[in-house]
């Protein structure tokens, strides 16, 4: 515990009272010296401090300052009840994208489609992807052990529910884009019904041999609730514009693959037929398992249009006679269909 300050500070209390008359006076004539020490010191952390603040400043304004909207180029002025807060022209896309984490009067406009896309198209990325990867390990472990068999079956089922809930989230989300209330409505119903289905897929007597017309009536009757919705944009869109931003034409050849493929695998087509001739190549499961991956692509393709089209216009919501009158800013696929 001994120190170097202890012994000095000793010899200071033996020295003679000549000495610390010598001592006093030397501290008097530092006073002075070490109050400006301690001023500059303060100074310099006060500058310090500014300088930290400027920096912070700097890198959350992206080192470039945001501007008036009298100042913009005539190209960049667009709403002009934005009087503040405007990006001045960049100079490359690079920083752009850099923008994309600044402040300034696109962020909000950048930032709710960009979580937007990224949420609605996860869902269905997410089902895509678990529905995929528990049915290949699911015929790929089926043979070791019957409590493995069970319990990777419960997750193949609870995957193609997962797939046809996260279908109808972008596909409602993009579809019902202009009307808020029924698409929370219908968002709302689907992951009911698909949570509520993944949950009958845990049940052991579900995986049974024996239910599965009830399993492929299960996700039949998942997907076909898509009928309602459907018909309600059908109806208060019209027949065309379903066909056009709805890209309805799509998702019934969707409909028909994934009908077509739950019904064979149900009622084992073709293999009833003619027994024992299917038994490697072309069964009933393949096909299902075929055409399941042939809609997704499908779904994706027609979701991806629908995507483009809302995105592609201005907000997404523009009436369709205005589209037709003036193509300026809508997105290829869309002004290619209205053409
Ligand atoms: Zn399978």
């Not at 033996?14 to 301690?38: F, G, Y």
């Not at 609870?158 to 279908?167: E, Q």
């Not at 845990?202 to 299960?218: E, L, S, T």
Request: hydrophobic residues 45%; proline residues 5%; aromatic residues 14%.
């Amino acid at each position: 515990m001994s120190s170097h300050k202890g012994p000095a500070v000793a010899q200071g209390n033996r020295a003679p009272t000549s000495n610390r008359a010598a001592n006093t006076v030397e501290l008097a004539e530092l006073r002075p010296m070490l109050e400006e020490k301690v001023l500059t010191l303060s100074l310099q952390a006060h500058h310090a401090m500014e300088k930290m603040e400027e920096f912070v400043y700097k890198v959350w304004e992206g080192c470039w300052r945001v501007i008036p909207y009298d100042v913009l180029p005539d190209w960049l002025k667009d709403n002009d009840y934005l009087l503040h807060g405007h990006r001045p022209p960049m100079p490359s896309f690079c920083a752009c994208f850099k923008s994309i984490f600044c402040i300034h009067v696109e962020t909000g406009n950048i930032w709710t489609h960009l979580l937007g896309f990224k949420v609605v198209f996860g869902m269905f990325f997410l089902g895509a992807v678990l529905c995929l990867s528990f049915s290949w390990l699911f015929h790929t472990v089926c043979c070791h052990l019957e409590k493995v068999s069970w319990t990777f079956s419960k997750l193949d089922y609870s995957g193609i529910t997962l797939l046809i809930m996260g279908s109808f989230v972008p596909w409602l989300y993009y579809s019902f884009y202009c009307s808020p209330q029924p698409r929370l409505i219908y968002l709302s119903i689907i992951c009911v019904l698909g949570i509520s289905a993944t949950i009958m897929a845990q049940w052991d007597r579900f995986a049974m041999p024996k239910h599965r017309q009830i399993r492929a009536g299960v996700f039949l009757g998942l997907s076909l609730s898509g009928v309602v919705p459907t018909m309600h944009f059908m109806i208060t869109e019209g027949f065309a514009k379903a066909t056009i931003v709805g890209q309805m034409g799509w998702f019934f050849l969707m409909a028909v693959m994934y009908i077509t493929g739950a019904g064979l695998y149900a009622a084992h087509i073709p293999e009833r037929f003619f027994p024992g001739k299917f038994d490697i190549w072309f069964q009933s499961h393949q096909t299902f398992h075929v055409l399941v991956v042939a809609a997704t692509f499908l779904h994706f393709y027609g979701v991806s249009n629908v995507q483009e089209f809302r995105y592609g216009l201005e907000g997404g919501c523009t009436d369709d006679s205005l589209l037709l009158a003036a193509p300026k800013g809508a997105g290829g696929t869309s002004q290619m269909l209205l053409k």
